[in-house]
């Protein structure tokens, strides 16, 4: 998913998370003033530097957060301070597994400390960074769930057998899974899982299997079959990686459990299908596009005598039917003339050279997300 606060800015937020500031704000009223701790832990791993993978994670943390409105990071030297935020990344490369834990001090309460872990097997620079967002605000929301889940009230303990308020609670959690509601499901599963007293070690032993498996993948299915709807390219994306998370996140939290992890491998890899898919076709998209500039460009250099400047490049561009934005140009000593062609939605360069004796022509094999759009 700023330094922080710019970052936060970019982020955008999951739809499941759509009600969170109201689940949060009859059960933790103001938000609570904390001062905040980032530190990782990757021996001697590195995938990407230290800092960026500590500002991936908190970062995609501080924008949940931020969303809910439960918590208010301030200084360390502010008046009114009620407790701490601790944000602890590791890394643990023997079983290619990234962690977020988040620990929430606040005197007088429990210590809120909740943890989200994934699987980053096989990932590339850009997907480790798509990890430690993941864990980051999953670690957040798990954060809220378990707050809003305690806070509500004393966990009531039930003599009965057969526990008929938990198992209720069970139940209801289920219904806000089935339709949707994944943040709703979360707090009513933390509330199961957190009773204790005769009747209920059954009741949340399956609650914290629903954290761990059952909730996740219902939310990954949804997602998937939601895919590709009106939302655009910029929600396929999210959605995508959501899923591929998600997956990865059920990976890193059922270790022992063979069937789950090959079912979460097999998702996995129809994702992946599906992303190659989904980024081949836009290629061929921006390409589309990028070819009306090319000969806008051509018909200039043939007019002219000698490749357009960054100046005339940018006239060029204005007068394209879509969104383009003009990258770096450089001049070469033989007299030819580079560009990069940038599509604004998608962040895909198409990278172009002008030579005045033949034209424009575009570096196929060179489309590619720019650099500034890396994240996209």
Known sequence: MTALLR???????????ATLALLAAPALAAPTAVTLDVSIDNGSWIPLPADAMQAATADAALARISEGGWLRVVPSDASGIEGSLAVAVSLVEKAQIAKAVLTLAVPGEATYVAAASISVRGLDGQGFHRAFEHVGREAADRLHSMMAARRGGPIEIVDDADDTHWR????????????????????????VAAASGPGTSRLAQMAHDELRYGLPVMEARQTLVGMGGPGGAGDFATSLARVEGLYRQIQAENPTNVARI????????????????????????????????????????????????????????????FELEAGPVTRGADGTTRYSIVDAESGIGVPATCDPRRGVQLDLNGVAPTPARHGR
Do not use: I
Request: hydrophobic share 45%; aromatic share 6%; glycine share 4%.
């Open 262 to 321: 090959q079912e979460a491998q097999q998702a996995l890899d129809q994702a992946a299908v599906m992303r190659n898919a989904w980024e081949q076709a836009r290629r061929s998209q921006v390409v589309m596009r990028v070819h009306e500039v090319r000969m806008m460009l051509t018909e200039l250099v043939y007019m002219e005598g000698a490749c357009p400047d960054a100046a005339a490049f940018d006239r060029v561009l204005s007068q394209s039917t």
């Open 7 to 17: 970052r936060l800015a970019r982020l955008v937020p999951a739809s499941a998370l």
């Open 168 to 191: 209720d609670t069970f139940n209801t959690a289920q219904q806000e899974k089935h339709a949707g509601g994944w943040a709703e499901a979360r707090v009513l599963f933390e509330q």
